[in-house]
């Protein structure tokens, strides 16, 4: 939960020292050049935060793209004549194409593969503006005319430095309501959460590609800053020194903080002024050895503010007030009654086929997973599939739900074969579930995590998102958010961290995401692990509700008792293969389902 009165009272000091800083004779001139520097590397920072700290895509080449912007207008302004205005809408374009083709290209690699391949972009654009011969080559481009605004100059250091930090300020407000909004739900699930976001409609590839550009034009608007700032650009500021230098700054202030981007350029330029100036002193060399210095400082962070120094800074300042006796209300985002109810889907006709599993077959190299296993399941009752541990259970729902791809068979979904599509594509159908592991997003509020499930029912574009043209709508989304919550006995927990919750807990809230996309068919898998006998029987009065009301529910459970009393049918699986099927009483009694589970009977033994 955040302290809101504390938020705006902190930002409104900040906002107001940084105006009047300019405007006092005291303020040395070094000062101003150096808040300056600052607020430019604090731009492309602030995309780095959304790329890596949020995103989870790492990038070294963030320096590649200021050079973009700063070229793009050196070069309209001095040889083509554009205002300096129009060059910044060009830039912004060239910017945000490069990114997507680059970003198309990269992005769909993992691992170590994606930061080398940033690594070798910005390696390309940096020699690529070195040997131009119309870029100026190694010489650059210079007599680039100061902006002007209005008539009013803004050729010093003093005057452009209000322009730096309203671009500085607006880049963090917009960023800060992308997160706040449906796409910046995705967007923070695409680090740990990719494979559970597809799972309920997430275009995750989507979303990579958008945060990409994004941080590409921030950085951008820094080059553009600069270029009139400096009235002289050269390759030597973009090359890939600067871009692990931007990225140290995302590191320092906290990757995942937006707010910690200024504290990190701040700390980092602030430190690479005093080494410069004290250490070839104290060592009497000339040699240049911040790197150095930067790298033990880099060891020590990880070791002991993993975070960054934002989370520590925010965390004493609010001890601060405490201290002093400032009593300030604790609020939290307040459900609206009066949203408009998200739209739903129409349920079919009580015991028509929803669910048809045709001799499907799962095969890792040699190993057969599951073995040309057939099931149907109905609108308007429970189907328990069981079985001892790995009997293939959960594989069989990956490859209903299109977690994983099918090596043979067939599934048919409402009348349409969906077997071979994505993930992705089979949630817009109307199939929602959860796992057998639970994949939840543990920093973000329970209330976000079930939201999150609601994604495919409510559409709010990235441009929607940042001007906060969506309050409606958002409304909405966590008003059904909400409701799931109570319905499954969360309700007192909305605006928990989803990760400070009990196993048990956290299965109630999986179900509650799953719920939230409104599905005609509700994958459940292993929902009672870790329950209390209590909470098991709540959640067996919420099933049963739900079928009542025509969902079609699929559950692979190990709790016996809790499957006998809840469904109408029973799938029983062994080694990956169909071993039985019919009511629950039919089961209980099957000779080879006692064999499979008790090593069978001796004769005359009743079942």
Not at 31 to 51: E, K, R
Not at 185 to 209: P, Q
Not at 488 to 512: D, F, K, P, T
Request: aromatic share 8%; glycine share 10%.
């Amino acid at each position: 939960m955040r302290n809101r009165t504390l938020c705006r009272a902190t930002l409104c000091a900040f906002v107001l020292i940084l105006a009047l800083l300019p405007l006092s004779g005291a303020t040395p001139e070094f000062w101003i050049t150096q808040l300056n520097y600052i607020g430019l590397a604090s731009l492309v920072v602030v995309g780095l935060v959304l790329l890596t700290g949020v995103g989870g895509l790492t990038s070294f080449g963030q320096a590649a793209f200021v050079g973009i912007g700063a070229y793009t207008t050196a070069w309209l302004t001095t040889q083509a004549g554009w205002s300096p205005w129009l060059t910044l809408l060009a830039g912004l374009v060239i910017t945000a194409v490069l990114a997507w083709i680059i970003g198309v290209i990269t992005l769909r690699l993992s691992g170590h593969y994606l930061p080398l391949s940033t690594l070798a972009w910005c390696l390309s654009l940096y020699y690529l503006f070195g040997n131009l011969e119309w870029l100026g080559r190694n010489d650059g481009i210079s007599g680039i005319q100061p902006l002007s605004l209005f008539g009013w100059s803004l050729g010093s250091g003093r005057s452009i430095y209000y322009l730096i930090w309203f671009c500085v300020l607006l880049s963090v407000w917009a960023t800060l309501n992308l997160l706040g909004s449906r796409p910046g739900r995705a967007i923070r699930a695409l680090r740990g959460g990719a494979g559970m976001a597809e799972a309920f409609g997430v275009n995750t590839a989507a979303y990579k590609t958008v945060i990409f550009v994004y941080a590409a034009m921030l950085a951008s608007v820094s080059g553009w800053l600069y270029a009139h700032m400096q009235r002289a650009v050269s390759p030597s500021p973009f090359g890939l020194n600067y871009g692990i230098e931007y990225l140290f700054m995302a590191v320092v202030g906290g990757a995942a903080h937006v707010w910690g981007a200024i504290l990190g350029s701040a700390v980092i330029l602030g430190l690479k002024d005093q080494i410069q100036n004290i250490v070839p002193k104290l060592l009497d060399t000339s040699t240049n050895i911040e790197m150095i210095v930067f790298g033990v400082l880099l060891v020590l962070m990880l070791q002991y503010a993993a975070q960054g120094l934002w989370p520590g800074l925010s965390a004493f300042w609010r001890r601060l007030w405490r201290v002093r006796g400032t009593s300030l209300p604790v609020t939290a985002t307040v459900i609206d009654p009066a949203a408009a109810e998200l739209p739903c889907r129409v349920r079919p006709e009580k015991g028509s086929l929803v669910l048809e599993v045709d001799h499907i077959r799962k095969q890792f190299g040699g190993l057969v997973a599951v073995n040309d296993i057939s099931f149907r399941v109905r609108a308007g009752e429970i189907v328990g599939l069981i079985g001892p541990n790995g009997a293939g259970k959960s594989t069989t729902f990956n490859l209903v739900s299109g977690i994983l791809p099918l090596t043979s068979g067939e599934v048919r979904f409402l009348g349409q074969r969906i077997s071979g599509r994505s993930a992705r594509e089979i949630a817009q159908t109307g199939m929602g579930r959860t796992f057998q592991h639970v994949q939840l997003l543990p920093e973000m509020s329970v209330l976000e995590n079930v939201a999150l499930g609601a994604h495919l029912r409510s559409h709010v574009s990235v441009p929607a998102g940042i001007l906060r043209l969506d309050r409606a709508r958002e409304a909405s989304l966590l008003k059904e958010a909400a409701r799931q919550l109570e319905r499954v006995g969360l309700g007192a927990y909305l605006h928990e961290q989803a990760g400070n919750l009990a196993l048990g807990q956290q299965r109630l809230l999986e179900i509650a995401r799953a719920l939230a996309a409104d599905p005609v068919l509700l994958l459940l898998d292993e929902p009672a692990a870790g329950l209390r006998y209590r909470e098991k029987q709540e959640l067996a009065a919420v099933l049963s509700q739900l079928r009542e009301e025509g969902m079609s529910i699929l559950l692979v459970e190990h709790d016996m008792d809790f499957v006998m009393r809840l469904t109408n049918h029973l799938v029983v699986m062994d080694f990956g293969s169909w071993l039985a099927e019919g009511s629950p009483e039919e089961i209980q009694r099957h000779p080879a389902v006692l064999e499979a589970y008790l090593g069978g009977v001796e004769e005359g033994d009743e079942a």
